[in-house]
């Protein structure tokens, strides 16, 4: 699955030649994320694919964030996917918090991280 999210990603790199938040599909509605989380919460795979793959747009923004000089847009990118796909796991709707809220704390969180590491 997360291979298929970064295929996902190259390809769209490879039509546009960079990242942009027009590129990646557009976010679920209240309604539709609201459905998507409840069956992703029952075991659903799709559900939660179809959540990682709306919210790649997020990433996309967190990342304009970082401007990096020893990090490259593309790994920048490719840990803050690892970061949402975590959120979108770890996620638990009974703390109240809207989903993308969350994810984007995780997805900041992995960048930090891996920005200590380097």
């Not at 030649?17 to 027009?22: C, D, E, L, Q």
């Not at 799709?46 to 000089?69: C, G, P, Q, Y």
Request: charged fraction near 25%; aromatic fraction near 10%; hydrophobic fraction near 40%.
């Amino acid at each position: 699955m997360f291979f298929t999210i970064l295929n996902l990603i190259k390809d769209m790199l490879f039509f546009t030649g960079s990242y942009s938040n027009n590129v990646f599909p557009e976010p679920l509605n209240e309604e539709e994320e609201r459905i998507a989380i409840e069956k992703m919460q029952n075991g659903d795979k799709d559900a939660r694919n179809t959540l990682i793959e709306r919210n790649l747009r997020l990433v996309a923004h967190i990342v304009k964030k970082f401007e990096s000089k020893t990090m490259s847009q593309d790994d920048l990118i490719s840990i803050g996917t690892i970061g949402l796909i975590k959120g979108i796991d770890s996620y638990n709707d009974s703390k109240k918090t809207k989903i993308t809220t969350y994810a984007a704390r995780c997805i900041e969180n992995a960048i930090f991280t891996y920005w200590k590491v380097v």
